[in-house]
Each structure stands twice: as C-alpha cells, then as structure tokens.
T-cell receptor, first 114, second 110 residues
Framework: DVKVTQSSRYLVKRTGEKVFLECVQD?????MFWYRQDPGLGLRLIYF???????EKGDIPEGYSVSREKKERFSLILESASTNQTSMYLC?????????????FGAGSRLTVL | RKEVEQDPGPFNVPEGATVAFNCTYS??????FFWYRQDCRKEPKLLMS???SGNEDGRFTAQLNRASQYISLLIRDSKLSDSATYLC???????????FGSGTRLSIRP
C-alpha cells in the first residue's frame, strides 16, 4: 500500500512563528502536492512538485513556500504564520500517468494559529 | 463560477435507499474524472474513477456526460457505513490541474 506520512497531526502556533509541515511518501511517486481544506471551500492547491527541486505554484501560494530536496519528501513552510492560515493541510502524491494521476493523501495536519 | 460544483447537501436518507449525486464542471477540456470519499476528520480516499462509458463497482455506479459536463454517482442499497462526504474531482491537462469540488455530505440513518 502506498503510504503518505505527515509528521504532525495537530499543531498550535502563534502568529509570526515559522511553521514546517513535513510529508514523506514511500512509493517513489514523481508528483507531490500540498492542499489546504476549509469548510465550504473544499481542497485548494497551495503548491505542487513534479520532481526533486521542481515546484509549481497552485491556486493559493501566498504566505507559503515549499522544499523538495529528496524525491520522497515534500515540506510546506509558513514563514510567518497568520491566523488566516488556521486550516487542515493535506499532502498527497501520485505517479505521472497520462489521464490518471490518482492521488494518495496523508492523514492531514490540523494547524491552529493563535 | 466554481470550476467544479457540487450540491453540498446534507443528504439524509434511510438505510437501503438509493441516492444520487451530481457534479458539474466548467472546463470542457477536462480529461479525467474521479469520486473520492472523505470520512469525518480523515483524509480523502479514491472511491472510483469515472469512465466515458460509465462504470460500476458493487453498489456504486458512476456516469459521465461530456455534452452536459457533469458526472454522477449512484449508491444503491445504502449502508450506514456509506455516511461520508463525497468529493467530485476533475483533472484537466497537467497533474497540477486537479480540481476538487467542495463535497456532498451524505448521512445514512438506520
């Protein structure tokens, strides 16, 4: 079974703190994604990576950055957390298969910024 | 207009009932279509892909109507364990163009 592991299930941070969310997948997938999920808004793509050191902005990249130094690991960084970044963060990965790209998600990281 | 739209529900139906959800998408160049299921406080998981000719997996049937740009999910003989949020997912172009609907919440009552 493909496994996507997110390092923290629940985090509480203060405004202005730097936050790291880690994601590791064990199936050699090329693609990795960071989404946030908010009630009524669904899942929104923050950043996407299709290879090591390659990244592409999603729909809502402002206030976030990412790092992919190794194929299996994709990190989301909040340089200076703000209260409007309180959300559920979901990491996902997939193979690059034309017409497919089934996503496998991690269990999610629920971030609260006070 | 959202790229992928779903009725948020909630749909509250008795066990054993048949229930259907629709999802509309705005990009006519969309290529791939999926239904994901998300349980409360859990991550989304793939329920089934949706093929042009329609496809069935046990009690679940998915249909695609390209002309009208909608996909549907039919659940027959619903079980208590079917209670979840169902997410419509549409892919257009590159892997980053995977758009999620906001989800339809389904609650099955005994």
């Amino acid at each position: 079974d493909v496994k996507v592991t997110q390092s923290s299930r629940y985090l509480v941070k203060r405004t202005g703190e730097k936050v790291f969310l880690e994601c590791v997948q064990d199936m050699d997938h090329e693609n990795m994604f960071w989404y946030r999920q908010d009630p009524g808004l669904g899942l929104r793509l923050i950043y996407f990576s299709y290879d090591v050191k390659m990244k592409e902005k999603g729909d809502i990249p402002e206030g976030y950055s990412v790092s992919r130094e190794k194929k299996e690991r994709f990190s989301l960084i909040l340089e200076s957390a703000s209260t409007n970044q309180t959300s559920m963060y979901l990491c996902a990965s997939s193979f690059e298969v034309p017409g497919a790209n089934v996503l496998t998600f991690g269990a999610g990281s629920r971030l609260t910024v006070l | 207009r959202k790229e992928v739209e779903q009725d948020p529900g909630p749909f509250n139906v008795p066990e054993g009932a048949t229930v259907a959800f629709n999802c509309t998408y705005s990009n006519s160049a969309s290529q791939s279509f999926f239904w994901y299921r998300q349980d409360c406080r859990k991550e989304p998981k793939l329920l089934m892909s949706v093929y042009s000719s329609g496809n069935e997996d046990g009690r679940f049937t998915a249909q695609l109507n390209r002309a009208s740009q909608y996909i549907s999910l039919l659940i027959r003989d619903s079980k208590l364990s079917d209670s979840a949020t169902y997410l419509c997912v549409v892919k257009s172009g590159s892997a980053s163009k995977i758009i999620f609907g906001s989800g339809t919440r389904l609650s099955i009552r005994p």
